[in-house]
């Protein structure tokens, strides 16, 4: 419902108000998701909703010996999540799980999830998709977001 709900959301929208260019795999995305938290400002409540990655949720035979997956899944069994991501795709977060919505984030971004992020107040909203595209659709305190992640390599350009 809520996936629903994001979507019609960014449907409404004539398009983002930004779109970043990353590239994921074996880097570190620590400070890139440190900043899109920070960005989301005193949050009463967020989410991180996994929607697809091309190496599916992390449980297949590929996934099962790829070592970045085996962090994730040794991650989320530490926080009482048995499930798999396609079971139990929504990650959400109250202000003092700041930690855990930044490492989300971070996962996120390093093994190539089509994800909605989203935070309250402000309706705040953007999209992280599995071809190395971050786009801005309402909050994240916008323009302050893309200075500070082009900083970390994040490109306003699909080639560069």
């Not at 998701?33 to 920070?38: E, G, K, L």
């Not at 697809?52 to 009482?80: L, Q």
């Not at 999830?113 to 989203?118: K, T």
Request: charged share 30%.
């Amino acid at each position: 419902m809520l996936d629903r709900k994001l979507r019609r959301e960014i449907a409404e929208h004539a398009g983002p108000k930004f779109v970043l260019y990353y590239e994921s795999g074996g880097r570190d995305y620590r400070r890139a998701a440190d900043s899109i938290v920070q960005s989301a400002g005193s949050f009463s409540e967020a989410t991180v909703l996994f929607s697809f990655c091309v190496s599916g949720d992390g449980w297949d035979e590929h996934s099962a010996t790829d070592e970045r997956w085996k962090r994730y899944r040794r991650w989320r069994t530490a926080n009482n999540e048995e499930r798999r991501l396609y079971e139990a795709p929504g990650h959400r977060f109250e202000p003092c799980d700041v930690d855990q919505f930044s490492r989300t984030i971070e996962f996120a971004l390093e093994l190539g999830w089509d994800a909605l992020v989203a935070a309250r107040p402000g309706r705040q909203l953007l999209f992280l998709s599995h071809d190395d595209r971050l786009e801005i659709y309402r909050g994240f305190a916008g323009g302050s977001l893309v200075r500070q992640l082009t900083e970390l390599g994040f490109s306003r350009r699909a080639d560069q």
